[in-house]
């Protein structure tokens, strides 16, 4: 079953390889410095979701040198994208902003800009940086809207409406910047039907798409629910069938920046199957292939 991938897309976009470094911007989050809340969303870690970021407190230049050196036993790719991931990476003072960002694109190396963000945190100031950075290298803004139901998003404690997603989507494609939506499969109460329709959304409204399975996390507010049973994490043959129904609703031209998501298997409680992801990719590609042979259709990847 065809989906344009992210290494598709980088081969086909920067005519190479291209490997993600994650940086660590040094910033929190609305919904955790009690702007909206000091909880933060009931699914993320003390890190922010960074577990996997260049360590905080060093410089950004210094970050990159740290992440290239991490992933050199695993890639021989000479490009990279810098990818600012734990918490809210423009909630900050533009200047600051500014610093880091061009910073993180000064080496010839980085062929782009990605930053995880929140679409309130999208103010006109913030915007025209990321508009002025894109005249130079390509950026790319990553939103966590992760449902496009209201219940779903008072109980994540997502902290925003989605008029306010589709404000911030509408800003930043006027500006040529890609914009990269985050759904999270399998929260609390949601029917198939349910996640599929935030998957259909997010394919409308965006030019890539991460698809990710909810993870049950040690140190989050989720994990007192799962041990009270309020809620059941997803087998993997039920979220891989998931998976073959959202990349057939998604348009041809999202590219699908993620098809999991790798929770830090010092801090995962469940589903523990999710921690043998190169296993777990396995058994999506087979689906896929079986899902086309099912369809009459020859497999292409």
Known sequence: MYYYSLNEYLKKTFGEKVYKLSLDGGMTCPNRDGTLDTRGCIFCSAGGSGEFA???????????????????GKTDCKRFIAYFQPFTNTYAPVGYLRGIFEAAIAPDEIAALSIATRPDCLGADVIALLSELNQKKPVWAELGLQTVHPASAAYIR????????????????????????????????????????????????????????????????????????LFTVME???????????????????????????????????????????????????????RDVEQGRAYKK
Not at 239 to 257: G, K, S
């Open 236 to 290: 993997q043959e039920e979220y891989i069938e998931l998976l073959c129904d959202c990349v057939e609703a998604l348009p041809r031209n999202v590219v699908i920046h993620r098809l999991t998501g790798d929770g830090d298997k010092r801090l995962l409680v469940a589903p523990m199957w999710s921690a043998d992801k190169k296993r777990v990719l396995n058994a999506v590609n087979k689906a896929f292939r079986e």
């Open 54 to 72: 260049a360590r905080r407190g060093l410089s950004v230049t210094e970050q990159l040198e740290q992440a290239k050196r991490r992933v050199r």
């Open 158 to 229: 997502r902290g925003y409406g989605l008029e306010v997603y589709d404000d911030a989507v509408r800003r930043l494609r006027s500006e040529g910047i890609q914009v990269i939506t985050h759904v999270i499969l399998g929260l609390p109460n949601e029917s198939r039907e349910d996640m599929l329709q935030s998957v259909r959304y997010a394919g409308e409204h965006s030019d890539g798409i991460k698809l990710q399975l909810l993870h049950v996390l040690n140190g989050t507010d989720l994990l007192r629910d799962y041990r009270e049973k």
